[in-house]
């Protein structure tokens, strides 16, 4: 259900580029939810202290009460003292039986036009690169905006502090990162083929830029592009979705 022409069924010029976020918008569940009750079931972390503050946490996220801080440290903090290499094998194995069976077929339909009509696609989560990466590749996403996480190099090889580093991807963030991503390497050719950096292409970029997302946390960017879409919102976005008058799609199974 849409209040407006799907953006992906608009004229190429009208979505060059393409934002989605993941966790209720492509994704029919949260990612840092099902990571954290993955490793519960694992025997990895205990159930006993992590499976309450995990739906205290999903709970105020969705509330808009909880800091980015907060959120990314918490769920960050899954991955401390783990190895990379050992971990790379566990996050594979967990997208593929957690998340990618719990996409939403009306999403992954507007994701595949817009990629069948050359828009360049980005995934920006506030979820951790090591666990949307994988979803990222199995979607043929080439472009991932994530909260990262920090590495501290040890005899044994890298290993997850459970701490993020840099600009956290959430809120605020978003616009900040993806202005950063914008402004980082070229984006684009002119007619005699000569590279365009990001930076000058950035605010056409984003005035003709579609973003679709399910949360209010997300109000920030949705504000910074000049195609917002509202999905299978919260009742703050839904909210604000009908004073700008921007599309609303309900996509959940």
């Known amino acids: ?128 690169r090591v666990l949307t990466e994988p979803t990222a590749e199995a979607l043929g996403i080439d472009e991932l905006i994530a909260t990262e996480a920090e590495l501290a190099n040890t005899p044994a090889g890298p290993r997850y502090t459970g701490r993020p580093v840099g600009t956290l991807n959430m809120r605020e963030g978003k616009v900040e990162r993806l202005r950063a991503w914008l402004g980082s390497a070229d984006v684009d050719a002119d007619a005699e083929g000569r590279a365009i950096p990001r930076a000058d292409v950035a605010p056409s970029a984003l005035a003709a830029a579609v973003f679709y997302s399910d949360s209010a946390n997300d109000l920030p960017l949705l504000r910074a592009v000049g195609h917002a879409v509202a999905v299978d919102p919260d009742r703050r976005l839904r909210q604000e979705a009908a004073l700008r008058a921007w599309p609303v799609y309900y996509w959940r199974r």
């Open 1 to 128: 259900m849409s209040h407006a022409a799907s953006p992906a069924d608009r004229p190429v010029s009208a979505a060059r580029l393409v934002l989605f976020d993941l966790d209720h918008t492509l994704l029919d569940a949260d990612t840092d939810v099902l990571w954290c009750a993955f490793l519960i079931g694992e025997g990895l972390l205990d159930r006993s202290v992590f499976e309450a503050r995990n739906a205290a946490m999903e709970q105020g996220y969705r509330a808009g009460t909880v800091t980015a801080a907060a959120f990314s440290g918490f769920y960050l903090s899954t991955l401390a003292d783990r190895l990379v290499e050992d971990t790379d094998a566990m996050r594979r194995r967990f997208v593929a039986r957690e998340v990618l069976p719990r996409m939403k077929p009306a999403a992954l339909d507007c994701l595949n036009r817009h990629q069948r009509r050359g828009d360049r696609v980005i995934l920006t989560t506030a979820t951790s």
